[in-house]
C-alpha cells in the first residue's frame, strides 16, 4: 500500500530503508507513526537524513514505540538515565559496538529497537553495517534450520561490561539469559538467528566444542554481505534497527577523529 505521509526508499532487498518526508523535531501524527513502524517492520532497520532532535525529542519518538530501556553498565548523560552516549575520540580504547552484535541481548527480555543519532562524525569512515537475520535464517539450509530448532543459548553481559564503564565496580553483577538459538519475530512472525559474536557465550545443553563449532559456523553465515546493508552518517542522521532480527557493527576507522551521539533504545520482549 502507498504511504500517506512518508517516502520510503528501499536501499537493499533484503534490509534498510530511507525515510523521508517526516521531522522528527517535531510530534508524529498516528498515520505517520504508524507508516514509520510499518516500514521498520519491513525493512528491519530505517534511516533519517538531517533530524537535529534535541534529547526530549529523541526520547519522545522513542515512546511512541514502547518503554525505554536502561542500560545495565554504560554511565547515562546527567538526568536522562534512558540516554545511552555513543562517542568515541583520540582518548578512546572501545566503541560502541566494535563486534557484531543485537544490542543487549544479555538482558532477559532484550531491548526491541535502538535509536541512534549522531550529532558530530569523521570526515569520512565510521559507517554501521546492519544484517538481516531473517535472511541468515531463510539461506540455512533445511538440515541446518532442523537441529538449531528447540537449541537455547546464553547470553552475558560480563565479558563485555566488565571494566569497561568508569562506574563498573566489582559488586555490579552485569545480566546473564537464556534465549532460543532462533526467535520468531512477535509481528511479522518471520523467524531470525538470535546467537551473536559479543553476547553469547555458548549453545546450551550439548558439548562446549560442539557448541564453539557451530557458534562460528553461524557467525561468519551471519557476516556475509548478502544479507547487510552499510550506512554512512552525516550529521543529525538517525537509524532505527530492530534488534529481533537485526545484528550491527559499529567501524572504528576514523580514529582519533571523533564520532558522538546519544541513542535511545526501547525495551522489549522476551524471545520466543
Ligand atoms: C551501537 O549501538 O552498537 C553503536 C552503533 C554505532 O555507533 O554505529
Redesign the pocket.
Known sequence: MENETIQVTSLTPRIGAEITGVKLTEPLGNQQFQEIHDALMEHSVIFFRNQPVDVHQHKDFGRLFGDLHIHPGSPPPPDHPEI?I?H?DKNSKH????NW?S?VSCDAEPPMG?I?H?WEVPKSG???LFASMNAAYDALSERMKEYLDGLYATHSGEQIYRGRYSNDDTNMVYPKSTHPVVRTHPITGKKSIYVNKTFTTHINDVPREESDGILAFLYDHCAKPDYQVR?K?QPHSV?F?DNRCVQ????WDYYPQV?S?Y?V?VKGERPF
Open positions: 545511552l555513543v568515541a566503541i560502541a559496538g566494535e552484535h544490542d535502538s541512534l549522531l565510521g559507517d554501521t550506512f552518517w537509524a534497527w550491527h557493527l559499529a567501524l564520532r551521539g541513542r533504545t
